[in-house]
């Protein structure tokens, strides 16, 4: 069965750097795409960016330039999110979720089960 | 970048049917796809395609979209389906997805 594991939480101090691994199993990794997802405290899910496996090319969304780094490791079906320069409105949880991509159309269809960032001094 | 529109929350009693809608430019040209978030679980898709239902989704939930309007129509609301609700569609104009605000389903 398909599955998305993501690595556990994490707390930083402002300025500090986290990595946010998703490994994938139960389907062929470069067949799908990878989505990430934000979700701030009390908030609404926000698209943060999806990376086309086989390029590895990233699609961003608006803010989510710069500070953020998305990245893929096919050798162990994982993907990665890092996040530079910590600041507390990073807080919030983190989903990678798979693409299913088709027509210039798509939705995920399984997600990670999300990781907690906190940044607090 | 496409605008989708959701209300923020809606009640019903369990039994009755829960219509919850989104909002956007023409989204009738557009595929559609709901998703389910209870608290501190991760989204569940629960509608895809406007109206198509993925494995282990009760025929209860069901899909519809015309117009400027897609619609979220959850038939015999039971008390294990509040949660919050987001739909999202394909923006080809930027090549990614987005996501309604999201709407809270109350069963009262």
């Known amino acids: 069965q398909v599955q998305l594991v993501q690595s556990g939480s994490e707390l930083k101090k402002p300025g500090a750097s986290v990595k946010v691994s998703c490994r994938a199993s139960?389907?062929?990794?470069?067949?799908?795409?990878m989505n990430w997802v934000r979700q701030a405290p009390g908030q609404g899910l926000e698209w943060m960016a999806w990376i086309n496996t086989n390029t590895g090319n990233p699609t961003y969304a608006q803010g989510f330039t710069g500070r953020f780094v998305f990245s893929l490791d096919t050798s162990v079906s994982t993907a990665y999110l890092q996040i530079s320069s910590l600041k507390a409105e990073d807080t919030a949880v983190y989903y990678c979720a798979r693409l299913d991509y088709y027509d210039s159309s798509g939705y995920a269809d399984y997600w990670g089960q999300g990781t907690l960032v906190t940044v607090s001094s | 970048s496409y605008v989708l529109t959701q209300p923020p929350s809606v009640s019903v009693a369990p039994g009755q049917t829960a219509r919850i809608t989104c909002g956007g430019n023409?989204?009738?040209?557009?595929?559609v796809h709901w998703y389910q978030q209870k608290p501190g679980q991760a989204p569940v898709v629960v509608v895809y395609?406007?109206?198509d239902r993925p494995s282990g989704i009760p025929e209860r939930f069901s899909g519809s979209n015309s117009g400027n309007t897609a619609t979220l129509t959850i038939s015999r609301v039971e008390a294990g389906d509040e949660a919050d609700y987001y739909c999202?569609?394909?923006?080809?104009?930027?090549?990614?997805?987005?996501f309604g605000e999201g709407t809270k389903l109350t069963v009262l």
């Open positions: 395609d406007d109206s």
């Open positions: 139960g389907y062929t990794f470069t067949s799908y795409a």
């Open positions: 023409n989204i009738g040209s557009k595929s």
């Open positions: 999202q569609v394909w923006d080809s104009s930027s090549d990614h997805p987005v």
